[in-house]
């Protein structure tokens, strides 16, 4: 069975996500998305919240898998017997930090090789600080995530949709 393992903070879970997941699951027997757990970065969600979004976003895709980690992901990839890392690359600015984050899995175990999807070009700009940044001064955030989703986010914010 091939397995994968798409980590991320998902704070919120935007559409750039969503298609990354739909587009990685076609070609793995399994996909894993693996939530980090971190409390330094101060969420804006839960992760209960976080793991409730991401099963309803995906609920349609049957071979996707939704967990949490805390820790480090290469840890997290070999218990979930996953041999594959997906992550998105929406421009090159990604890239070094990415390249060097790949690096450093592979150097700690060599069977896990992280496979990059390039983002969609409609959602190459997007991400959750954007989402967030645009709903704390109550704009439009239609264009970003699903509509399941904006209410729950404007809330955080005290703001109605
Ligand atoms: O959505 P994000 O915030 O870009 O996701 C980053 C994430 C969660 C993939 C990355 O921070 C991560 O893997 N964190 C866990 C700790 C770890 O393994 N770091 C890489 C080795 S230094």
Redesign the pocket.
Same mark, same amino acid.
């Given at each position: 069975m091939k397995r994968a393992i798409y980590? =991320?903070?998902?704070d919120p879970v935007t559409f750039g996500h969503i298609d990354i997941i739909e587009r990685s699951a076609k070609m793995v027997d399994e996909l894993v998305v693996a939530i *980090?757990n971190n409390s330094a970065k101060n969420p804006l969600f839960s992760i209960k919240e976080r793991v409730s979004m991401l099963e309803e976003m995906t609920n349609h895709i049957p071979n996707v898998k939704i967990t949490f980690f805390d =820790? *480090? *992901? #290469?840890d997290c990839a070999r218990k979930m017997e996953a041999s594959i890392i997906i992550r998105g690359l929406r421009a090159v600015t990604d890239f070094e930090y990415e390249l060097q #984050?790949a690096q450093?899995?592979r150097i700690v175990n060599s069977q896990i090789d992280t496979i990059f999807l390039t983002t969609s070009l409609e959602y190459a700009y997007l991400s959750?600080t954007i989402v967030k940044e645009v709903a704390s001064y109550g704009g439009d955030i239609s264009h970003f995530v699903p509509e399941q989703l904006v209410e729950k986010i404007y809330h955080k914010y005290n703001y109605k949709n």
């Open positions: 980590p =991320g903070s998902f *980090l =820790g *480090l *992901l #290469i #984050i450093t899995n959750s």
